[in-house]
């Protein structure tokens, strides 16, 4: 069974830019949560979509979004990147209380 | 609000010695209490979890962890560490079974030969 995929692994951006990072949940799980796991702050939740809606939503400004496709793939959209948004952003799929996690997309704003 | 506590942010063993990485939550209700490994440049992976029954639950590569609801605690045990255990170590924590993980600050792990 494969596992939860992220893509690209890496993303260098500049401050200002747009930056768009996909993840493609475990077959069968309708749940993708998405986290952020920065230096010093450690992981704190983002967004959870589920069967394609916006279920939950931490304490994020709105320049943080994404969008949940037919097939249960995620996308997560940051604008205006500030350089503090450097981290490695984990997605997570589940088809209940347990969460499995992929490896990750290291984000790095110059 | 609810929060998970690891106490302490380092610990470091030595091979074949007995592991221990605390961890305590506040709750005023049942959680679901996870463990989870991250090796370096990883995405998590879970180790074990608890959500009812028995509470002394056990995990893969020889993890275990016990549920004390008295003490809020879910500390995670090894009997002896091997040097493939350094990694950084999360407890987590959701209150409902679909809703996001509340995550500790982590602990690292060092094994010393």
């Known amino acids: 069974e494969a596992g939860v995929t992220q893509s690209p692994t890496h993303l260098i951006k500049t401050r200002g830019q747009q930056a768009t990072l996909r993840c493609s949940p475990i077959s069968g799980h309708t749940s993708v949560y998405w986290y952020q796991q920065a230096l010093g702050l450690g992981l704190q939740f983002l967004l959870w979509y589920d069967e394609g809606e916006e279920r939950n939503r931490g304490n994020f400004p709105p320049r943080f979004s994404g969008r949940q496709f037919p097939n249960y793939s995620s996308e997560l959209n940051v604008n205006a990147l500030e350089l503090e948004d450097s981290a490695l952003y984990l997605c997570a799929s589940s088809s209940g209380y347990e969460q499995y996690f992929g490896p990750g997309t290291r984000l790095t704003v110059t | 609000a609810q929060s998970v506590t690891q106490l302490g942010s380092h610990v470091s063993v030595s091979e074949g010695a007995l592991v221990l990485l605390r961890c305590n939550y506040s709750s005023s209700v049942p959680p679901y209490l996870f463990w989870y490994v991250q090796y370096p440049n990883q995405g998590l992976q879970l180790l074990l979890k608890?959500?009812?029954?028995?509470?002394l639950v056990k995990g893969i590569n020889g993890f275990e962890a016990e549920f004390k609801k008295s003490e809020t605690s879910f500390h995670l045990t090894k009997p002896s560490a091997h040097m493939s255990d350094a990694a950084e170590y999360f407890c987590a924590v959701t209150y409902d079974n679909t809703d996001k993980l509340i995550f500790g600050t982590g602990t690292r792990l060092q094994v010393f030969p």
């Open positions: 608890y959500t009812t029954g028995a509470t």
